[in-house]
T-cell receptor, first 114, second 113 residues
Framework: AQSVTQLGSHVSVSEGALVLLRCNYSSSVPPYLFWYVQYPNQGLQLLLK??????LVKGINGFEAEFKKSETSFHLTKPSAHMSDAAEYFC????????????FGTGTSLTVIP | GAGVSQTPSNKVTEKGKYVELRCDPISGHTALYWYRQSLGQGPEFLIY????????DSGLPNDRFFAVRPEGSVSTLKIQRTERGDSAVYLCASSSTGSDTQYFGPGTRLTVL
């Protein structure tokens, strides 16, 4: 069965500091990988995704993520945190061989300290 | 253009009652998904429609849950004999043919008292 693990349910960083949110997946076949952000009382918004090609993908709001097959990871980073980055972040996968449904991690709540 | 919309935004009901949750996908999107997000958890897949038919309903927890999409656009998630454990945010998403990107609505927060 597919699973997604997000290490750290809560992460706090200072404004201007590096943001690193971790995501690991379990699959013998690399899935399609996504990061979504959820602001309070809003729907999930796509930050970035990896399907094929370059393993370093850039998304909106200065975020990027790198697919590392050897580590089964897809960690999300941003060089300098902004107050507006405070939100819940979800890593998700779609198995490439079984269908279209997402499997989500449990989420990481990011707090940015001024 | 307009995104995915869901109504109502909040629904409070009593245990044992019947509820309907509505999803309006992005115009032209053929695929529609329902997910359930419990407190402190990531969304969990319930059902996936391609057009009017349910292509995958393996995530529906039991036969109290049912969903329809009669004209291939709007979808309704129906829950019979609600239980307190059904309390969650129900999310709807849609995508266009051949796309792996799903666009999510704001969700319906269901509270069963």
């Amino acid at each position: 069965a597919q699973s997604v693990t997000q290490l750290g349910s809560h992460v706090s960083v200072s404004e201007g500091a590096l943001v690193l949110l971790r995501c690991n997946y379990s699959s013998s076949v690399p899935p399609y990988l996504f990061w979504y952000v959820q602001y309070p009382n809003q729907g999930l918004q796509l930050l970035l995704k990896y399907t094929t090609g370059a393993t370093l993908v850039k998304g909106i709001n200065g975020f990027e993520a790198e697919f590392k097959k050897s580590e089964t990871s897809f960690h999300l980073t941003k060089p300098s945190a902004h107050m507006s980055d405070a939100a819940e972040y979800f890593c998700a996968v779609i198995p490439t061989n079984t269908g279209n449904q997402f499997y989500f991690g449990t989420g990481t709540s990011l707090t940015v300290i001024p | 253009g307009a995104g995915v919309s869901q109504t109502p935004s909040n629904k409070v009901t009593e245990k044992g009652k019947y509820v309907e949750l509505r999803c309006d996908p992005i115009s032209g999107h053929t695929a529609l998904y329902w997910y359930r997000q419990s407190l402190g958890q990531g969304p969990e897949f319930l059902i996936y429609f391609q057009g009017t038919g349910a292509a995958d309903d393996s995530g529906l927890p039991n036969d109290r849950f049912f969903a329809v999409r009669p004209e291939g656009s709007v979808s309704t998630l129906k829950i019979q004999r609600t239980e307190r454990g059904d309390s969650a945010v129900y999310l709807c998403a849609s995508s266009s043919t051949g796309s792996d990107t799903q666009y999510f609505g704001p969700g319906t927060r269901l509270t069963v008292l």
